[in-house]
Antibody, heavy 120, light 110 residues
């Protein structure tokens, strides 16, 4: 059974950086695309980033392009989201999610989320 | 403003059938499959229907998705109190080269 566990959230000042991690277990290595999706307090879901199953393609929402970077460490079965130049509007619960296929089939397994608060 | 448009709220009584709509465009729903997600209060989202419009194991057959042109719908039959949650549609957008979500529909079971 696939399990995703996020970590790395916390309170950070505007303009600073933070790196989120998502540890995956029970997942065939590099067989699926992986996403980051966030949810601001009291708001809906917003897709943030996608890495294709083979790691060769990365896609980002316009709201984070140039500031956030998605990556993986296959040896650790871990997905990362490096977040730079953080803004107050980046405050949200961040979920990692496995894609049903290579990346364009949709999220079918979600982690429990980690909370990021950007505040001075 | 979400790329996919959903009604902010819906309601029904136990046993009733409720549908939630999701309107998009030719670059998302019109050319790609739609996934539906349920988010119970305080929990992570859970997939209800996947890219093949199928229900993953464990999802009751009371939930069904459909699509026509640039719109999609989620139907919930035999409404139960535990169905009270937020529901989101999502699709890949060929123009944005990314995934887009609807704004979410809060379902209340009266």
């Amino acid at each position: 059974q696939v399990q995703l566990v996020e970590s790395g959230g916390g309170v950070v000042q505007p303009g600073r950086s933070l790196r989120l991690s998502c540890a995956a277990s029970g997942l065939p290595s590099r067989s699926y695309g992986m996403h980051w999706v966030r949810q601001a307090p009291g708001k809906g879901l917003e897709w943030v980033a996608l890495m294709s199953y083979d790691g060769t393609k990365k896609y980002y929402a316009d709201s984070v392009k140039g500031r956030f970077t998605i990556s993986t460490d296959n040896s650790k079965n871990t997905l990362y989201l490096q977040m730079n130049s953080l803004r107050a509007e980046d405050t949200a619960v961040y979920y990692c999610a496995k894609d049903q296929g290579g990346g364009s089939d949709g999220m079918d397994v979600w982690g429990q989320g980690t909370t990021v608060t950007v505040s001075s | 403003q979400s790329v996919l448009t959903q009604p902010p709220s819906a309601s029904g009584t136990p046993g009733q059938r409720v549908t939630i709509s999701c309107s998009g465009s030719s670059s998302n729903i019109g050319s790609n499959s739609v996934n539906w997600y349920q988010q119970l209060p305080g929990a992570a989202p859970k997939v209800l229907t996947n890219s093949n419009n199928q229900r993953p194991s464990g999802v009751p057959d009371r939930f069904s998705g459909s699509k026509s042109g640039t719109s999609a719908s989620l139907a919930i039959s035999g409404l139960q109190s535990e169905d009270e949650a937020d529901y989101y549609c999502a699709a890949w957008d060929d123009s944005l080269n990314g995934w887009v979500f609807g704004g979410g529909t809060k379902l209340t079971v009266l």
